[in-house]
């Protein structure tokens, strides 16, 4: 059995203030049946992984290196020395941003699991892939690069984020979530053995909010979410793990 995951990705949002949305969550679902994860910017790490009880502190990139002559980069190790368990790695926003392949990403996710850490990597297609009927080969392409090879359960999760669903208010109806999924968990299960791949649990990302949260995790293979702009008030994100937790104790 995958046990659900609730992450929260607050990106470039947050300050010591927004520690208070961190702790109400953690009070109010100090006995979650589900794991719950908040990914603040760097900035807040040590702090939240300080007040975070059940919940765990991610970060949102770390570098490939472990040390070095990178200015203003992290590594992994670092995010692992002030409290992080996990680290969100290929999210679409840095591929476009930064134009990060998913050589890099492979390679960071060597660093994060060097570190300890899970690592959380991202694929999704955008809109004009998704148009042309591309989906399946991005998707496909994004996970043989980016996955490394020792990848499993403990050590690695798959979110797929389809770049037009992420802060739209856009959702993919649940068959497109369904289709890309059971496909993840096909392609997963082939590279890896059926062992390692059933155990990688695969969260859906793009739009999720306490109203539409039942009906994607009621999809085959969504084994939680991992949520932007929900994530970054308590009285969003709740709802988002409370019917996590209504999913997880149905199945
Ligand atoms: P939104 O939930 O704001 O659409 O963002 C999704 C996302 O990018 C999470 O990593």
Same mark, same amino acid.
């Given at each position: 059995?995958?046990?659900?995951?609730?992450?929260?990705?607050?990106?470039?949002?947050?300050?010591?203030?927004?520690?208070?949305?961190?702790?109400?969550?953690?009070?109010?679902?100090?006995?979650?049946?589900?794991?719950?994860?908040?990914?603040?910017?760097?900035?807040?790490?040590?702090?939240?992984?300080?007040?975070?009880?059940?919940?765990?502190?991610?970060?949102?990139?770390?570098?490939?290196?472990?040390?070095?002559?990178?200015?203003?980069?992290?590594?992994?190790?670092?995010?692992?020395?002030?409290?992080?368990?996990?680290?969100?790695?290929?999210?679409?926003?840095?591929?476009?941003?930064?134009?990060?392949?998913?050589?890099?990403?492979?390679?960071?996710?060597?660093?994060?699991?060097?570190?300890?850490?899970?690592?959380?990597?991202?694929?999704?297609?955008?809109?004009?892939?998704?148009?042309?009927?591309?989906?399946?080969?991005?998707?496909?392409?994004?996970?043989?690069?980016?996955?490394?090879?020792?990848?499993?359960?403990?050590?690695?999760?798959?979110?797929?984020?389809?770049?037009?669903?992420?802060?739209?208010?856009?959702?993919?109806?649940?068959?497109?979530?369904?289709?890309?999924?059971?496909?993840?968990?096909?392609?997963?299960?082939?590279?890896?053995?059926?062992?390692?791949?059933?155990?990688?649990? +695969?969260?859906? !990302?793009? /739009?999720? &909010? =306490?109203?539409?949260?039942?009906? %994607?995790?009621?999809?085959?293979? #969504?084994?939680?979410? +991992?949520?932007? !702009?929900? /994530?970054? &008030? =308590?009285?969003?994100?709740?709802? %988002?793990?409370?019917?996590?937790? #209504?999913?997880?104790?149905?199945?």
């Amino acid at each position: 059995m995958r046990r659900k995951l609730a992450a929260g990705n607050w990106k470039m949002n947050g300050g010591n203030a927004e520690l208070d949305d961190l702790r109400t969550i953690g009070e109010r679902h100090s006995a979650a049946a589900v794991d719950i994860l908040i990914c603040p910017p760097f900035t807040l790490i040590a702090a939240a992984a300080q007040i975070a009880g059940s919940i765990s502190i991610g970060g949102q990139n770390c570098h490939a290196a472990a040390s070095g002559a990178h200015t203003g980069d992290i590594s992994a190790q670092m995010l692992a020395d002030v409290g992080a368990s996990a680290v969100i790695l290929g999210h679409s926003e840095r591929r476009e941003d930064y134009s990060e392949t998913s050589d890099e990403v492979r390679a960071k996710a060597h660093a994060a699991h060097a570190a300890g850490l899970i690592a959380i990597i991202c694929v999704g297609e955008n809109l004009a892939q998704r148009e042309a009927q591309n989906t399946l080969d991005i998707i496909g392409g994004q996970l043989a690069t980016s996955v490394p090879d020792i990848a499993n359960g403990e050590n690695t999760v798959i979110a797929y984020e389809p770049c037009w669903a992420i802060g739209t208010g856009l959702t993919p109806t649940t068959d497109q979530i369904g289709g890309v999924h059971d496909f993840i968990r096909a392609r997963l299960e082939k590279r890896l053995g059926t062992g390692a791949g059933r155990s990688i649990r +695969l969260l859906y !990302g793009g /739009s999720v &909010k =306490a109203g539409n949260a039942a009906e %994607i995790f009621a999809v085959s293979n #969504v084994d939680g979410a +991992l949520v932007g !702009g929900a /994530s970054l &008030k =308590a009285n969003d994100f709740s709802p %988002i793990i409370s019917a996590l937790e #209504v999913s997880a104790n149905a199945s």
